[in-house]
C-alpha cells in the first residue's frame, strides 16, 4: 500500500514570497490533515478535511494560510505572504473512516515539507 | 483531547527494554491512547493504540493503568534504530477529535 505522499521535499523562499505544499493521501481514506512542526516541537494541526470538507480549520492563520481539498482526494496548502516564523516542517497526514476499534482512526504520516524562510 | 505529559528525554542501553511514560490524568472514556515515534527527517510512524487493555504488536506493548490516567510504551529490546522521539496522544474514536501532539520524549538508544 502507498503511503502519504508529499511534495515538495525542500523549499527555500524570501520572506513576503508565497509558497504551496502538495498532498496525496492513502487511497481511500476519507480524511486528511495538515500539520505543522517547528524544530524542536510536536506537530500543531493546521487543518482537518473529511472528504473535501473542513472539520477543523481553528489553528489556521486564515490571513496567510489556505488549503483547499477539491475532490476529496489530492490537497493543497498555500502560504502567501510567507514569515520568517512559518520555517517548519509541513506534514499531511490521512486516516480512514473505520468504525472498529483495530480499523481506521490510525493517522498516517508522509514525510514532509521542509520549509525555509529566509 | 486530553493533553498528555511525557519526560522531555530518556537513554537506555542497547538489547535493554525501554519503558517510557506518560500521562494523562483529564483522559475521558471514549478517548483512546496512541503512541507514534518519529525518527529524524521522517514524518511521524504509528505505534500502537489501546483503550484500557493492555496490547501488543509487533513493535511494541502498551500497558495503561486501570484508571487509564496513564500508560507506559515498552520497546523490549531497544536497538539503535529506536532511537526517535516519541510522542503519546489521546484522541476520540472515529476522526472527530483533534489530535494534539505534545514536545514527546527523545529516546537515545545508547551502544
Known amino acids: 500500500e502507498a503511503g502519504v505522499a508529499q511534495s515538495p521535499r525542500y523549499k527555500i523562499i524570501e520572506k513576503r514570497q508565497s509558497v504551496a505544499f502538495w498532498c496525496n493521501p492513502i487511497s481511500g481514506h476519507a480524511t486528511l490533515y495538515w500539520y505543522q512542526q517547528i524544530l524542536g516541537q510536536g506537530p500543531k494541526l493546521l487543518i482537518q478535511f473529511q472528504n473535501n470538507g473542513v472539520v477543523d480549520d481553528s489553528q489556521l492563520p486564515k490571513d496567510r494560510f489556505s488549503a483547499e481539498r477539491l475532490k476529496g482526494v489530492d490537497s493543497t496548502l498555500k502560504i502567501q505572504p510567507a514569515k520568517l516564523e512559518d520555517s517548519a516542517v509541513y506534514l499531511c497526514?490521512?486516516?480512514?473512516?473505520?468504525?472498529?476499534?483495530?480499523?481506521?482512526?490510525?493517522?498516517?504520516f508522509g514525510e514532509g515539507s521542509w520549509l525555509t524562510v529566509v | 483531547d486530553a493533553k498528555t505529559t511525557q519526560p522531555p528525554s530518556m537513554d537506555c542501553a542497547e538489547g535493554r527494554a525501554a519503558n517510557l511514560p506518560c500521562n494523562h490524568s483529564?483522559?475521558?472514556?471514549?478517548?483512546?491512547v496512541y503512541w507514534y515515534r518519529q525518527i529524524h527527517s521522517q514524518g511521524p510512524q504509528y505505534i500502537i493504540h489501546g483503550l484500557k487493555n493492555n496490547e501488543t504488536n509487533e513493535m511494541a506493548s502498551l500497558i495503561i493503568t486501570e484508571d487509564r490516567k496513564s500508560s507506559t510504551l515498552i520497546l523490549p529490546h531497544a536497538t539503535l534504530r529506536d532511537t526517535a522521539v516519541y510522542y503519546c496522544?489521546?484522541?476520540?474514536?472515529?476522526?472527530?477529535?483533534?489530535?494534539?501532539f505534545g514536545d514527546g520524549t527523545t529516546l537515545t538508544v545508547k551502544p
Open positions: 497526514a490521512s486516516s480512514s473512516l473505520g468504525s472498529g476499534f483495530t480499523s481506521g482512526n490510525t493517522i498516517y
Open positions: 483529564t483522559i475521558s472514556g471514549n478517548e483512546y
Open positions: 496522544i489521546v484522541r476520540k474514536k472515529g476522526n472527530a477529535g483533534k489530535s494534539t
